[in-house]
Structure formats: structure tokens, C-alpha cells
């Protein structure tokens, strides 16, 4: 079964800080893979994705992803963190041709002044 | 371009009172639908999918039910409400046949049970 691990819960960096979020998954094929973002009490805004080609891909509001199938990895990457990017964060992953995305369990960042 | 919609944005109900939450994509045709449920401090949980105008597939056994009556509508509703439903709900819809299962969501719907 599909499986998407988000290891850290909670994460807190100071505005202006380079931010990493986590996210491995477990799939045997090439999955494609997703990042949203949930403000709360809003619905989830996609990020960006990875289907193929270039393994690092770019999102919107000014974040990037890179995928590494040697460590079964999608990691959430932005240069310099503004106070508006303080949301919860979730990775998911489909198989070809299934219905269903698998999502991870978010990881909430936190942003200091 | 496409917009799904959700009502109500916020519904708070008795234990044992009846639930009929509506969600509608525009500008798209025969979409795949979901329904979520997202519980405080918990990821997201799928609870309903439809590929068709009365197809419904059940993710996990509980007292919700869905239904598509049309095309671009996706109901989720409980003939009696318990405390554990409370929680926020999101629709989403896919491309058919798109392969990748890209999922677009709703704004949500807070539930609270009392």
C-alpha cells in the first residue's frame, strides 16, 4: 500500500529564513507526487507537482521540490520564508491510474517575526 | 476556468439531528469527486469518491452517506449525527481519466456536533 511519512509535525523559522519540509513515500512505481497548502479554515492550494522529467520542479509562491527516488523523497524547499507562508503543509502521492491521492499528515510552520 | 463550491461554510448541529452538506464543480464535465473529512489535528481522511452520476465508492464504514445526482454535485449527508463528525469537510474534484488523480478542493465546510 501507498504510504506518504511527513516526519516533522510542527517546524518554526524566523522570517527571512531558508525553510525544508520533509516528505518521504512509499511506492514501487514512479508516483506522482504533490504539495498543497492549507491556511486555516481554507480549503488546500496546490504547490506545485511531479509527474516526470526534470526532478526538480517549481511551485508557486516562490517554493520548489525536488524529487529523489534513491531516498524515496519529495522535499519542500523556499529560499526565504515570509511571514504570509505560516499554514499547514501536506505532501500526497498517487499511483497511475488510481482514484485516490494518499496524503501525508501535514506539517504546520510556524513563521517568527 | 473551474471553481468547486461548498455550502454551508459553517454548520453547527445537535447529536442525532439529520446532515446534508452540498458541493458543486463548475466548468468542467464529468469529473471525479471526493469527499474528506479533516479532524483537528489529524491529515485528511477520504471518506467518498464518484467517477460517475451514481457511482459512490465508501472509503471507511460510518454513519455518512453520499450520493451524485448530477454530474457536477456531490452530497454528503447522515441521517443521525454523532459527536465524532464533528470536523471539516472538503470536496475535491479531479480530471477524468487525467492519470495523475491532480486533485482541486473546496473552501470546506466547519461541522461541529453538540
Known amino acids: 500500500a501507498q504510504s506518504v511519512t511527513q516526519p516533522d509535525i510542527h517546524i518554526t523559522v524566523s522570517e527571512g529564513a531558508s525553510l525544508e519540509l520533509r516528505c518521504n513515500y512509499s511506492?514501487?512505481?514512479?508516483?506522482?507526487l504533490f504539495w498543497y497548502v492549507q491556511s486555516p479554515g481554507q480549503g488546500l492550494q496546490l504547490l506545485l507537482k511531479?509527474?516526470?522529467?526534470?526532478?526538480l520542479v517549481q511551485g508557486i509562491k516562490g517554493f520548489e521540490a525536488e524529487f529523489k527516488r534513491s531516498q524515496s523523497s519529495f522535499n519542500l524547499r523556499k529560499p526565504s520564508v515570509h511571514w504570509s507562508d505560516a499554514a499547514e503543509y501536506f505532501c500526497?502521492?498517487?499511483?497511475?491510474?488510481?482514484?485516490?491521492?494518499?496524503f501525508g499528515k501535514g506539517t504546520k510552520l510556524s513563521v517568527i517575526p | 476556468s473551474q471553481t468547486i463550491h461548498q455550502w454551508p461554510a459553517t454548520l453547527v448541529q445537535p447529536v442525532g439531528s439529520p446532515l446534508s452538506l452540498e458541493c458543486t464543480v463548475e466548468?468542467?464535465?464529468?469529473?471525479?469527486l471526493y469527499w474528506y473529512r479533516q479532524a483537528a489535528g489529524r491529515g485528511l481522511q477520504l471518506l467518498f469518491y464518484?467517477?460517475?452520476?451514481?457511482?459512490i465508492s465508501s472509503e471507511v464504514p460510518q454513519n455518512l452517506s453520499a450520493s451524485r445526482p448530477q454530474d457536477r454535485q456531490f452530497i454528503l449527508s447522515s441521517k443521525k449525527l454523532l459527536l465524532s463528525d464533528s470536523g471539516f469537510y472538503l470536496c475535491?474534484?479531479?480530471?477524468?481519466?487525467?492519470?495523475?488523480?491532480?486533485?482541486?478542493f473546496g473552501p470546506g465546510t466547519r461541522l461541529t456536533v453538540l
Open positions: 475535491a474534484w479531479s480530471v477524468l481519466g487525467s492519470g495523475s488523480n491532480e486533485q482541486f
Open positions: 511506492y514501487g512505481a514512479t508516483p506522482y
Open positions: 511531479y509527474f516526470s522529467g526534470d526532478t
Open positions: 500526497a502521492n498517487s499511483g497511475a491510474g488510481s482514484y485516490q491521492l494518499t
Open positions: 466548468g468542467t464535465s464529468n469529473p471525479n
Open positions: 464518484s467517477v460517475g452520476i451514481g457511482q
